[in-house]
């Protein structure tokens, strides 16, 4: 979903696959080899664009963006995956 980190600038480096960003009304594919930058206080979103999927190096440079995390996580229940489903409205 397009989002907005307020203290953190949030830097992708494109491993494998396209993926699709927008960051600050700007779209751009990118694809493996290319860096993209989202500056702090820019909206900014994303969606994979290769049908095998990607994979990225994401960090982020700034405030304290590990604390948020770890704030919105939980450990998981099982060692597994729960089953497919749809989503839920939570």
Known sequence: PLHVHRNEDEVFHILE???RFLVDGRERIAGAGETVLAPKGLPHTYRVESPNGART???TRGSDF??????????AERPDLPPL???TPQ
């Open 66 to 75: 590990e604390t948020m995390v770890r704030k919105a996580s939980r450990p």
């Open 17 to 19: 696959g396209r993926i």
């Open 85 to 87: 489903a749809a989503p």
């Open 57 to 59: 190096l994401t960090f």
